[in-house]
């Protein structure tokens, strides 16, 4: 019934950039927060950034001053602008949303993720 579907991934050298997009669709009432997950080969799925329905955001520090998350609430759609990518940027990128479906259902849904490869 919802869905998140991202896109924007793929193979930049080390110093480049990427924006990656995540947009939501279905029976969707409301969206609260939405965030970016990554996860590397042998690690685990960690934050990267969040963002309420109100704009306020947060960010792991390894990404602070580098990634920008934001969002346009009119199109369900959170985006993920990453500059100066490292090569421990690696990693599968996941996107996630809290929200209300038309059922009044809380929900937490999760992308199928986009894969970031960043070549030193």
């Known amino acids: 019934q919802v869905q998140l579907v991202e896109s924007g991934g793929g193979l930049v050298q080390a110093g480049g950039s990427l924006r990656l997009s995540c947009a939501a669709s279905?029976?969707?009432?409301?969206?609260?927060?939405m965030g970016w997950y990554r996860q590397a080969p042998g690690k685990q799925r960690e934050l990267v950034a969040a963002?309420?329905?109100?704009?306020?955001?947060n960010y792991t520090d390894s990404v602070k001053g580098r990634c920008t998350i934001s969002r346009d609430n009119a199109k369900n759609t959170v985006y993920l602008q990453m500059n100066s990518l490292k090569p421990e940027d690696t990693a599968v990128y996941y996107c996630?949303?809290?929200?209300?479906?038309?059922?009044?259902?809380?929900?937490?849904?999760w992308g199928q993720g986009t894969l970031v490869t960043v070549s030193s």
């Open positions: 279905g029976r969707i009432f409301s969206i609260n927060a």
């Open positions: 996630n949303a809290d929200l209300v479906t038309t059922l009044y259902r809380y929900l937490r849904v």
């Open positions: 963002i309420t329905s109100g704009g306020s955001t």
